[in-house]
């Protein structure tokens, strides 16, 4: 099952979010279309090259608890470019899939590094590369919420990075995904080249 979870900022009282592609785009990062890595936002980054860089609203992740598979992490972010244009909306979202028997053991460091077939829907299908932690099932970038037309064919990507679980007990996930990736990303509004620096505080 999906459960809406809560993201902790430094400046704000911990706000609740909707699910990835319901969320309302409700502001804007300090540095406009240009965030930095680096930047003293306690939610981090998420772009992409093509078709144009995604605009850091605000955090929005989901974590799902269905019991004998791979627990998901998904961090997104919503792009709306132009406020007086309809229908020009989208988002973006690094997806991770691990191994259940991770959650609650206390901290965890992983590398990511896999190559990644992607569907127009259904399963994806990873090849590991040396350093690859076995713990991590699934890495991948998506794209949707826009108008473009639905995924023809399989895409692929190459993917490397660290998922951190700074904090790990039996009712809080806390850490920070550092995700790169080449080639394009999966669903619609195709872009190129992603790049994520995210932190997440997730109730369990």
Not at 12 to 25: Q, R
Not at 150 to 167: D, I, K, M, W
Not at 172 to 195: H, I, M, W
Request: proline share 8%; aromatic share 6%.
């Amino acid at each position: 099952m999906l459960q809406t979870l809560r993201v902790s900022l430094r400046t704000l009282a911990p706000l609740p979010w909707v699910l990835a592609l319901s969320l309302a785009a409700c502001g804007n990062n300090a540095d406009g279309d240009n965030p930095k890595p680096g930047d003293e936002d306690a939610t981090g980054y998420l772009r992409t090259n093509e078709p144009s860089k995604v605009r850091l609203f605000d955090l929005n992740p989901s974590f799902e608890l269905k019991d004998g598979a791979p627990r998901r992490l998904n961090l997104c972010k919503w792009s709306d470019p132009d406020p007086t244009v309809a229908d020009d909306e989208a988002t973006a979202c690094a997806n991770m899939a691990f191994d259940d028997a991770v959650l609650g053991t206390g901290p965890k460091s992983f590398t990511v590094k896999l190559g990644a077939t992607l569907p127009p829907v259904g399963e994806v299908t990873i090849v590991p590369r040396e350093g690859h932690s076995p713990e991590i099932k699934e890495a991948y970038f998506s794209t949707g919420g826009c108008l473009a037309p639905p995924q023809q064919g399989n895409r692929t990507q190459e993917l490397s990075g660290t998922l951190v679980f700074e904090e790990n007990t039996a009712t809080r996930l806390r850490g920070r995904l550092e995700l790169r990736s080449t080639g394009v990303t999966r669903g619609r509004c195709p872009g190129t080249d992603a790049e994520a620096d995210l932190r997440f505080d997730l109730r369990r």
